[in-house]
T-cell receptor
């Protein structure tokens, strides 16, 4: 079974703090993704990575950065947390099948509920 | 541009009722893939089904069935004889040539099954 784990289920931070959210997958997947989920808006892609050290901006990258130094680990960084970044953050991975459109099935972690005070 | 619409924000049914979750999509491509995911209260999205645009056969898996109709750009999901464990948020998603590796998600439908 594919396993995607996230470092924390719940996190509370102060405005201006630097925040790291960690995601690890154990299936040797090429692609990894960070989404945020807000009521009524569904899932919105923040960043994704298709290879080690490679990344692409998603739909809402402002205020975020990412790091992928190893294939299995993908980190989301909030450089200076703000209250409007209070949200549920979901990490996903997929095999990286080289088809367009993508036939990849994404596998999700349990999510991190971040509150910024 | 691609878009996925789940017009039903929340549905409440009594156990054993059948329920259909609607999904309408927009894409310019002729080749695309549609997905359904379930998000139970634990938070983790669980993959349910993937369907390509060339396969319009309906799919049945136990109490779950999916009706794909290209003529109406819909990919609806029916749960037969619903159970309390079906309570979750359900997301429909689209992948097409423009979206590359991305999935375009709908806003989700929250299903509450009451005992």
């Amino acid at each position: 079974d594919v396993k995607v784990t996230q470092s924390s289920r719940y996190l509370v931070k102060r405005t201006g703090e630097k925040v790291f959210l960690e995601c690890v997958q154990d299936m040797d997947h090429e692609n990894m993704f960070w989404y945020r989920q807000d009521p009524g808006l569904g899932l919105r892609l923040i960043y994704f990575s298709y290879d080690v050290k490679m990344k692409e901006k998603g739909d809402i990258p402002e205020g975020y950065s990412v790091s992928r130094e190893k294939k299995e680990r993908f980190s989301l960084i909030l450089e200076s947390a703000s209250t409007n970044q209070t949200s549920m953050y979901l990490c996903a991975s997929s095999p990286g099948l080289a088809t367009i459109p993508s036939t990849d099935t994404q596998y999700f972690g349990p999510g991190t509920r971040l509150t910024v005070l | 541009a691609q878009k996925v619409t789940q017009a039903q924000t929340e549905i409440s049914v009594v156990e054993k009722e059948d329920v259909t979750l609607d999904c309408v999509y927009e894409t310019r491509d002729t080749t695309y893939y549609l997905f359904w995911y379930k998000q139970p209260p634990s938070g983790e999205l669980v993959f349910l089904i993937r369907r390509n645009s060339f396969d319009e056969q309906n799919e049945i898996s136990g109490r779950y069935s999916w009706n794909f109709q290209k003529s109406t750009s819909s990919f609806n999901f029916t749960i037969t004889a619903s159970q309390v464990v079906d309570s979750a948020v359900y997301f429909c998603a689209l992948s097409d040539g423009d979206s590359s590796y991305k999935l375009i998600f709908g806003s989700g439908t929250r299903l509450l099954v009451r005992p």
